[in-house]
C-alpha cells in the first residue's frame, strides 16, 4: 500500500509502475498535439484531440470538470503563463503555445506539459522554450534518495540564472506556481517552488512523485489572473514558456513517467546513468 508521510503519499514500486501507464498516456497525447499544432487550427480543436487519444487508450481526463475547469487541456498562448481554456481561438503564425495535459488511469494520475512554437517564431522565444526545457531537465536530475525537496528548486533556478547569461535575457522566473506531488490525485504535497536554496524542505525517498514544472516569461516575472478566473498572464504582457515532467524517485535514481523514453536522453546527457525507458 501507498503510504502518506507528512502528508506526502509514497508509492510502492509496484504503484510507480501503474504511474507509468498514466504518464505515457499524458506523453503520447502531447505527441499527437504536438503533431497538430499548425497556424489555423483551434485551442478547441486541439482539446478534443487530446479529449478523444486519452479516453480511447483507457484514460480519463484528469483536467476536465477539475474545479469547474471546461478543458481537457490548458492551452495557453503567448503572454498566458498557464491554465488557459481551450475554445475558439485560432492559432496565428508566430504564436508560442504552452499545453498543459493530464490523465487518470485506473485511478493514477500523470501530469506533463510542452511548449511549442507555432510555425516561425523568434530566435529569443526558442531560446525561452530551450531554457524552460533544461531547467525542468535539471531540476529532475537533482532528485536523489535523502536529498531535500529544494535541491530542485535551486537547480532549477541555477539552470535559469545560466540560460539567461547565456542568451543575454534576464528570464523572468514565476513565483506563484510551480511543481508539486502527484498520485493518486493530480495536486498533492508538496509544493515544489521553481528558486530556492537547497537542503531545505522534506526529505526526498524512494516512491515520491513530482510533477516539475518551470515557467519562465521573457520579461518581469509578475502575474495576473484574468476574468475567467484560470487564465495567468504576465503582467507586463512578455511572453511565457511553461514544461512539465512527472517522475518517481526510485533506487536507481529518477524515473521520468511521462517522458517516452523514461527520461533517459535528457538524464543521460546530464550523466545519469537511467535503467528506464519505455
Known amino acids: 500500500m501507498s503510504r502518506l508521510t507528512r502528508s506526502i503519499q509514497i508509492k510502492t ?3 510507480v509502475a501503474l504511474m507509468r501507464v498514466a504518464g505515457l498516456l499524458v506523453g503520447q497525447t502531447l505527441e499527437v498535439l504536438r503533431a497538430a499544432v499548425a497556424p489555423g487550427i483551434t485551442t478547441g480543436e486541439l482539446d478534443a484531440l487530446a479529449e478523444d487519444h486519452i479516453r480511447s487508450n483507457r ?3 484528469s483536467f476536465l470538470g477539475y474545479h469547474g475547469f471546461t478543458g ?3 492551452a495557453s498562448v503567448n503572454d498566458e503563463v498557464v491554465h488557459g481554456i481551450p475554445g475558439e481561438r485560432v492559432l496565428r503564425e508566430g504564436d508560442l503555445l504552452s499545453l498543459d495535459c493530464g490523465a487518470i488511469v485506473d485511478g493514477w494520475h500523470g501530469d506533463a506539459a510542452i511548449t511549442v512554437p507555432v510555425g516561425e517564431v523568434p530566435r529569443a522565444e526558442l531560446q525561452l ?3 524552460a526545457e533544461d531547467a525542468m531537465w535539471r531540476g529532475i536530475a537533482a532528485a536523489t534518495v535523502g536529498g531535500r525537496l529544494t535541491d530542485l528548486s535551486a537547480a532549477i533556478e541555477g539552470s535559469i540564472e545560466a540560460s539567461s547569461e547565456t542568451d543575454g535575457v534576464e528570464y523572468g522566473i514565476v513565483e506563484d506556481y510551480g511543481g508539486h506531488g502527484i498520485g493518486t490525485e493530480m495536486h498533492m504535497e508538496p509544493h515544489l517552488l521553481n528558486y530556492g536554496r537547497p537542503g531545505k524542505g522534506p526529505r526526498l ?3 515520491i512523485a513530482l510533477a516539475v514544472e518551470p515557467m519562465i516569461t521573457l520579461g518581469a516575472p509578475e502575474t495576473r489572473v ?3 478566473d484560470w487564465t495567468v498572464v504576465t503582467r507586463d504582457g512578455s511572453r511565457a514558456a511553461h514544461v512539465e515532467h512527472t517522475f518517481a524517485l526510485t533506487v536507481q535514481g529518477p524515473w521520468v513517467l511521462t517522458a517516452l523514453d523514461g527520461g533517459a536522453d535528457r538524464l543521460g546527457a546530464l550523466g545519469l546513468t537511467t535503467p528506464f525507458s519505455a
Open 129 to 131: 522554450i530551450r531554457a
Open 13 to 15: 514500486p509496484e504503484q
Open 59 to 61: 484514460g480519463v481526463p
Open 72 to 74: 481537457t487541456i490548458c
Open 205 to 207: 525517498v524512494e516512491g
Open 226 to 228: 484574468l476574468e475567467d
